[in-house]
């Protein structure tokens, strides 16, 4: 349990580091695929959180959906692709081939839906290929492109203001 807090420490400043080498992204494409990153610790509900995606217009067949967990147990199976902090390496490198095939994935949107700031999850929102990324204010400003102030309870507030947005900014 130490080394994980060690191991997140370190992998913190690395992170850190290389935030100073943040490219902006001016695509003006429209919004076809999602890709969704979910902290299962804190929010439970992502299922009507991708009904909501659906309802606003998003096929589901275009949502592509990853869960990280604090604690994984072996021999339960999940409903999706999951992942935990055991997939990441001292170097900040991830070992977990389909969270690498995730973050390797060219979306025309990445939400990133976790409002805590943990090291795994912020390194693949900072890697990820997606054009255009979406989280919440609490986490670091220097991720996202676009910041919603709510917490992750309101997934309802949070997809509205998320389209509401996306309107406006001619993406969807």
């Known amino acids: 349990m130490f080394l994980n807090y060690i191991k997140d420490f370190f992998l913190k400043r690395i992170l850190k580091n290389n935030l100073h080498n943040v490219k902006s992204s001016s695509s003006l494409n429209a919004i076809k ?52 902090i055991k997939d990441l390496d001292w170097k900040s490198d991830i070992t977990n081939e389909v969270v690498s095939n995730f973050i390797n994935q060219k979306f025309d ?3 990133s839906y976790y409002d805590v700031e943990k090291a795994i999850l912020l390194t693949i929102t900072h890697n990820s290929k997606a054009q255009f990324k979406v989280g919440f204010s609490s986490v670091d400003k220097r991720l996202n492109h676009l910041m919603i102030n709510t917490n992750a309870e309101n997934h309802k507030v949070f997809t509205h203001e998320l389209f509401r947005y996306l309107k406006i900014l001619n993406k969807i």
């Open 33 to 84: 695929t999602v890709g969704l990153l979910i902290d299962e610790s804190y929010f439970f509900e992502k299922e009507s959180l991708i009904k909501e995606l659906i309802f606003n217009g998003v096929l589901e067949s275009d949502i592509k959906t990853i869960v990280y967990r604090d604690k994984l147990k072996k021999n339960e199976e999940y409903s999706l692709p999951t992942f935990g």
């Open 109 to 111: 949107l990445l939400i």
